[in-house]
């Protein structure tokens, strides 16, 4: 069968790979792959940038969507036939994050889904909402599910509330859509016109240009009376930080999600402490967590925005495309 390896750092040196076809054990699934999605981390693993220490060779990936293709023994929680995605940690089920999860993340900590089939424990797979194809519930894994849980499950999201979110990348729109789904406000900000309309087409209140409007968070203060928002999903890291803790109102959250800028900036302690603030990072959520999102999902016929489909042999022009920042929504490679 066919995957992806890397058998040293950077794009150029993802390639093709001949690999013996798996087979499920006890407690296994075989998933015949029809559909990945990208996430930065996927760049910054593959660049060297995220795991230094990966041993090669390496196949990355985090995100996925397929079919059951067989079972091995003792597996009676789904069936040959039936459309399932892979959790983002394949050991963290439910409850409170600990360490040991981080150490099951698919295409970082453990080899990833970029293969004609893979296998994974039962455990750690969910079933697919029926009305999504293979291209948009590839989305799901990270994105959605970082989304969702920063919202929803640590977030207590309510109807009413004012979201604040940076850019049009995957967990961003996430964030657009189910927050509007709740019956909240949401304010956004991107760097081009181009994407304005379109974020406003989807739902936002309100679209900030943040290269016409450098200082976004004195404009999030304006359209917000003053206030600020009740919650921002911050993802772009060391150059926005500061502005995101600016934005929100006292008492409210910043769920610190990205590093696309970076991970080190300088913070003055007393704008969280003086004013009440939550600052908590998000790392995706539990099998749970995306079983919750999913009935949601499917409750609301909620569709995932994807920007482009990029065949299997086409991965580099995918990521190179991710990288550039030109997308809106999810950059997704099909096995079709």
Same mark, same amino acid.
């Given at each position: 069968?066919?995957?992806? #390896?890397?058998?040293?750092?950077?794009?150029?040196?993802?390639?093709?790979?001949?690999?013996?076809?798996?087979?499920?054990?006890?407690?296994?699934?075989?998933?015949?792959?029809?559909?990945?999605?990208?996430?930065?981390?996927?760049?910054?693993?593959?660049?060297?940038?995220?795991?230094?220490?990966?041993?090669?060779?390496?196949?990355?990936?985090?995100?996925?969507?397929?079919?059951?293709?067989?079972? =091995?023994?003792?597996?009676?929680?789904?069936?040959?036939?039936?459309?399932?995605?892979?959790?983002? !940690?394949?050991?963290? @089920?439910? =409850?409170?994050?600990?360490?040991?999860?981080?150490?099951?993340?698919?295409? %970082?900590?453990?080899?990833?889904?970029?293969?004609?089939?893979?296998? @994974?424990?039962?455990?750690?797979?969910?079933?697919?909402?029926? $009305?999504?194809?293979?291209?948009? +519930? +590839?989305?799901?894994?990270?994105?959605?599910?970082?989304?969702?849980?920063? @919202?929803?499950?640590?977030?207590? /999201?309510?109807?009413?509330?004012?979201?604040?979110?940076?850019?049009?990348?995957?967990?961003?729109?996430?964030? /657009?859509?189910?927050?509007?789904? !709740?019956?909240?406000?949401?304010?956004?900000?991107?760097?081009?016109?181009?994407?304005?309309?379109? @974020?406003?087409?989807? =739902?936002?209140?309100?679209?900030?240009?943040?290269?016409?409007?450098?200082?976004?968070?004195?404009?999030?203060?304006?359209?917000?009376?003053?206030?600020?928002?009740?919650?921002?999903?911050?993802? %772009?890291?060391?150059?926005?930080?500061?502005?995101?803790? +600016?934005?929100?109102?006292?008492?409210?959250?910043?769920?610190?999600?990205?590093?696309?800028?970076?991970?080190?900036?300088?913070?003055?302690? +007393?704008?969280?402490? $003086?004013?009440?603030?939550?600052?908590?990072?998000?790392?995706?959520?539990?099998?749970?967590?995306? #079983?919750?999102?999913?009935?949601?999902?499917?409750?609301?016929?909620?569709?995932?925005?994807?920007?482009?489909?990029?065949?299997?042999?086409?991965?580099?022009?995918?990521?190179? $495309?991710?990288?550039?920042?030109?997308?809106?929504?999810?950059?997704?490679?099909?096995?079709?």
């Amino acid at each position: 069968m066919r995957a992806y #390896e890397i058998s040293s750092f950077g794009v150029e040196n993802l390639a093709l790979a001949d690999q013996p076809e798996p087979t499920p054990g006890p407690g296994q699934v075989l998933i015949d792959m029809k559909a990945w999605s990208l996430n930065y981390r996927d760049l910054l693993v593959i660049q060297g940038l995220y795991n230094p220490k990966l041993k090669f060779p390496f196949v990355p990936f985090s995100d996925g969507a397929g079919v059951v293709a067989a079972v =091995g023994e003792g597996v009676d929680s789904v069936k040959v036939g039936e459309r399932v995605a892979g959790i983002f !940690m394949q050991g963290w @089920l439910s =409850g409170p994050y600990t360490d040991a999860y981080g150490r099951t993340a698919l295409g %970082g900590a453990i080899p990833g889904v970029l293969a004609d089939k893979v296998v @994974l424990n039962a455990t750690g797979i969910v079933k697919l909402p029926e $009305h999504l194809t293979y291209e948009q +519930a +590839a989305a799901l894994p990270c994105a959605a599910v970082t989304a969702w849980d920063a @919202l929803v499950e640590q977030g207590s /999201l309510q109807a009413g509330n004012t979201i604040l979110v940076l850019g049009t990348g995957g967990v961003s729109l996430f964030a /657009l859509q189910f927050a509007k789904s !709740m019956g909240a406000r949401v304010i956004a900000t991107t760097g081009s016109k181009d994407k304005e309309q379109r @974020l406003r087409d989807l =739902g936002a209140a309100e679209v900030i240009n943040y290269r016409e409007t450098p200082d976004w968070e004195k404009k999030v203060r304006e359209v917000t009376n003053g206030v600020g928002v009740d919650h921002v999903v911050e993802v %772009g890291g060391a150059d926005t930080l500061k502005r995101s803790l +600016a934005s929100v109102r006292g008492g409210g959250r910043v769920s610190v999600i990205g590093n696309l800028s970076g991970l080190t900036t300088e913070i003055n302690v +007393a704008s969280i402490l $003086h004013r009440f603030l939550t600052v908590q990072g998000i790392f995706v959520g539990s099998r749970a967590t995306f #079983e919750a999102m999913n009935r949601s999902i499917a409750e609301t016929h909620l569709t995932p925005v994807v920007d482009q489909v990029f065949g299997f042999d086409e991965v580099r022009q995918a990521l190179l $495309h991710m990288e550039s920042g030109a997308h809106f929504g999810k950059v997704v490679v099909t096995a079709a």
